[in-house]
């Protein structure tokens, strides 16, 4: 495709910007919160909105059924080149507190802050107003060239705020329909100001466990110094599971992390990340975790192994002099590379219960259990879409890691062999999943225009 078909579709998105506007405030009036069943009407209101945008456009779009929320599924084709997969999601968080809300949260407006213009509205960057950059893209595409930039297939799912119970069995059963070259996710953001693909998210294991030694809670005057304390035993545990160095000591947790290559390595010391700051801002000031490890490594490239929650015995007003029976604990791995959470799992598990004495046993709970997800960057749409972002934001775009996870990602690699370019426009402070959230209005413009840029360099 000629480097000049995205010239005037940019020009395109500039004239009709506030008609963009004001589709996406239409969208954010619909509570689509998909953990309430009492929005439960109001998504599939969403679903069906999208849908009647996406066939105006020329999509052959349609709202499926699940024993959840809808996933709306559109297809359209044009020309030739890569089969795209574009996902987003159009649920939303819940509000509360709404006290805290400057105004509400499904009264969507354009508010002045001492940085910029914002939409203010929940789901304005989490995720409608990002999903919606990508269709704005293809709108004006579609004005000004008369057909769609490629052959595109639009997913979006009305559950990934609830934890998307629906989507593995939905993508199993329509892997053939859902197949693509490559998959575009749009539910991530900028680092500081630079634009950014991130290329690897750390996956997730949880646990629970219970260590119990008596039979009931004891007097500590007649029992204490003679019978097993579970917290005494539990605290000990967790407080080897890392050396003075941050280093974990589980048996075998190394395996399958890799190291970074150099250019990956190159580009990120080049974005002058300033943990200085990033935990100033929380009111810390020394690093911890691995010490051999920079800053963005540990954030990004290395796994974690997190103490979530400990209890046990009498935490009530007052005291009460107790020896407990049992104790407890959750304890979350942020997982990299080709770490298996499986393996993981019991090499844990057999790691604590080797360490329990005598009169004492373990019970276990998991919760979660998802591998980490590696693009293969090497792929060319990687370098394409960097490019395209490179040129609109007028500054270099990283590939970049995240310390969280998103599953989806995971998923299309594992049911339907894709790997995704995750790229998004959201910022820091854009305060997702929290009251006020916003979206910056520059985010919005510049997004659409990068995602033009992106299709016409794939497309």
């Not at 190159?266 to 801002?281: P, S, T």
């Not at 929380?282 to 979530?308: F, H, I, Y």
């Amino acid at each position: 495709m000629p480097a000049a078909a995205v010239s005037p579709v940019l020009d395109q998105i500039d004239a009709t910007l506030p008609a963009a506007l004001e589709r996406l405030m239409d969208l954010l009036r619909i509570p689509s919160i998909s953990t309430d069943p009492a929005f439960k009407p109001d998504c599939a209101r969403a679903a069906d909105w999208l849908v009647a945008e996406l066939q105006a456009l020329g999509f052959d779009a349609s709202a499926r059924p699940t024993p959840g929320h809808p996933m709306v599924v559109a297809h359209g084709s044009s020309g030739t080149g890569p089969h795209l997969l574009f996902y987003g999601h159009y649920d939303v968080q819940p509000v509360d507190p709404l006290s805290l809300w400057h105004r509400d949260p499904f009264d969507p407006a354009i508010e002045e802050t001492a940085k910029g213009r914002v939409i203010r509205a929940r789901g304005a960057s989490d995720d409608k107003g990002q999903l919606m950059t990508f269709i704005e893209a293809c709108r004006a595409w579609k004005a000004v060239h008369g057909t769609l930039p490629g052959k595109l297939t639009i997913f979006l799912e009305g559950e990934e705020e609830s934890g998307s119970p629906s989507l593995i069995p939905f993508l199993k059963a329509n892997a053939e329909e859902l197949s693509a070259d490559v998959a575009l996710i749009c539910d991530t953001g900028l680092f500081g100001e630079t634009p950014a693909i991130v290329t690897m998210l750390r996956g997730l294991l949880g646990e629970e466990f219970t260590i119990r030694a008596a039979s009931r809670d004891l007097h500590s005057g007649m029992y204490g110094g003679l019978a097993q304390n579970p917290i005494h035993v539990l605290t000990r545990i967790l407080a080897g599971l890392h050396d003075a160095e941050g280093h974990v000591q589980v048996p075998g947790f190394y395996d399958g992390v890799s190291e970074l290559s150099d250019d990956l390595r190159a580009q990120w010391q080049n974005l002058a990340f300033d943990h200085a700051r990033f935990l100033g801002d929380v009111g810390l000031s020394v690093p911890a975790g691995e010490q051999d490890r920079t800053p963005l490594e540990k954030l990004w490239s290395r796994p974690t192994a997190e103490v979530n929650g400990i209890w046990g015995g009498y935490t009530g007003d007052g005291f009460k002099t107790v020896l407990p029976g049992e104790a407890h604990a959750k304890v979350s791995f942020r997982l990299v590379g080709q770490q298996d959470p499986d393996t993981l799992r019991q090499a844990f598990r057999s790691w604590v219960e080797a360490q329990l004495p005598a009169d004492c046993s373990v019970t276990w709970k998991g919760h979660g259990n998802s591998p980490a997800s590696v693009m293969a960057i090497g792929h060319p749409a990687f370098a394409a879409a960097r490019a395209a972002l490179t040129e609109e934001w007028g500054m270099p775009a990283a590939f970049i890691g995240a310390g969280g996870s998103i599953p989806v990602a995971g998923y299309f690699k594992t049911y339907l062999g894709l790997d995704a370019i995750l790229l998004g426009f959201g910022k820091d402070d854009d305060q997702i999943h929290s009251p006020n959230e916003k979206y910056d209005l520059t985010s919005f413009h510049k997004g659409i225009r990068s995602w033009a840029r992106v299709l016409e360099k794939l497309a």
